[in-house]
């Protein structure tokens, strides 16, 4: 990304998913410190240029969703049943924790677009980037860039803000699948490409 390619920040949205203790916590210990000092540089960054951030989060309840996913109505009140009390090891990781203003999604499906708002959300601020970091590459990663490129999102992908428990998984999505639908590169870099 340089600064003929870099998105407009006005068309673009970040997406924090399954940021969540137990998330981290499944991830090899030297990992947990470098997602969570990328996410919150990200973070940084995208309260610094007033860009949305939208924080994704899994809570499941059992069996699947008694809706389609076109039955705008239910989807949109899906993620806001009492499921009773939420235990800590679930709860989205203390050092990215979502401002009162940001935006908390909570799907049942290993992708958000079928079980929230989501999409709604973002034809509403007029997101035409997402920008990807997530746990894990090979569930909600991959759910998100599929969905979201078959809508016409544009996609980036940051590499070292998203992780698998399978390293080998992490290193085929991001090397071999995951371009052809989006850029892929490091939080870094990204940074780097909004510094002028």
């Known amino acids: 990304m340089n600064n003929e390619t870099r998105p407009d920040p006005k068309k673009m949205a970040i997406l924090i998913m399954d940021y969540q203790n137990k998330q981290i916590q499944d991830q090899a210990e030297e990992k947990r410190e470098i997602l969570i000092s990328n996410a919150k540089n990200i973070l940084?960054?995208?309260?610094?240029?007033?860009?949305?951030v939208i924080f994704i989060e899994v809570r499941s309840r059992q069996g699947p969703p008694?809706?389609?996913?076109?039955?705008?109505?239910k989807r949109k009140a899906s993620g806001r049943e009492d499921l009773g009390n939420?235990?800590?090891?679930?709860?989205?990781?203390p050092e990215v924790q979502p401002l009162p203003d940001e935006t908390v999604l909570t799907k049942r499906r290993i992708g958000p677009f079928s079980t929230t708002d989501l999409f709604d959300i973002l034809v509403r601020l007029n997101v035409e980037y997402l920008?990807?970091?997530g746990i894990s590459t090979g569930g909600?990663?991959?759910s998100v860039v599929r969905w979201a490129a078959d809508i016409d999102f544009k996609l980036i992908v940051l590499t070292d803000a998203c992780s698998d428990a399978d390293d080998e998984v992490h290193r085929v999505l991001?090397?071999?699948?995951i371009?052809?639908?989006?850029?892929?590169?490091t939080c870094k870099e990204f940074l780097e490409a909004f510094k002028h």
């Open 44 to 52: 940084s960054f995208a309260r610094s240029k007033n860009i949305p």
């Open 66 to 73: 008694e809706f389609k996913p076109w039955d705008t109505e």
């Open 86 to 93: 939420r235990d800590k090891l679930f709860e989205i990781h």
């Open 131 to 133: 920008v990807l970091l």
């Open 140 to 142: 909600v990663v991959l």
């Open 174 to 177: 991001i090397e071999k699948v």
């Open 179 to 185: 371009p052809r639908q989006a850029e892929v590169i």
